[in-house]
Nanobody
Framework: VQLQASGGGLAQAGGSLRLSCVAS????????MGWFRQAPGSERESVAA????????YLADSVKGRFTISRDNAKNTVYLEMNSLKPEDTAVYYC?????????????????????WGQGTQVTVSS
């Protein structure tokens, strides 16, 4: 599977952005998905994750109440809705996929647990 992330850009603090990640395969529904971000000089960190079914979701404490992860398996797309943006949300955001075939959990939050990565989309939040 190949992943194409989009939707990043410049937003003011308190604003909103919606990231999308489109997968190249019709078997998208067989993949766990995650969103990660990496700020300059920092390690890549988990932001959100979702099970292959969409039933189970995870949000990092830093984004709970502001971000929402969802997926539309019919469109091979996972979304990250970002509201009440803060300057500290500034980073490159990456989507990632993990095959259900080798998995049995609800969702995954570590970079090493994902097999495929998208190219990243820059999110910049100004104060």
């Amino acid at each position: 599977v190949q992943l194409q992330a989009s939707g990043g850009g410049l937003a003011q603090a308190g604003g909103s952005l919606r990231l999308s990640c489109v997968a190249s395969e019709r078997t998208f529904s067989l993949y766990y998905m995650g969103w990660f971000r990496q700020a300059p000089g920092s390690e890549r960190e988990s932001v959100a994750a979702i099970s292959w079914s969409g039933i189970y979701t995870y949000l990092a404490d830093s984004v709970k109440g502001r971000f929402t992860i969802s997926r539309d398996n019919a469109k091979n797309t996972v979304y990250l809705e970002m509201n009440s943006l803060k300057p500290e949300d500034t980073a490159v955001y990456y989507c990632a996929a993990r095959s259900k075939a080798s998995s049995g959990g609800y969702y995954y939050t570590r970079t090493a647990e994902y097999d495929v990565w998208g190219q990243g989309t820059q999110v910049t939040v100004s104060s």
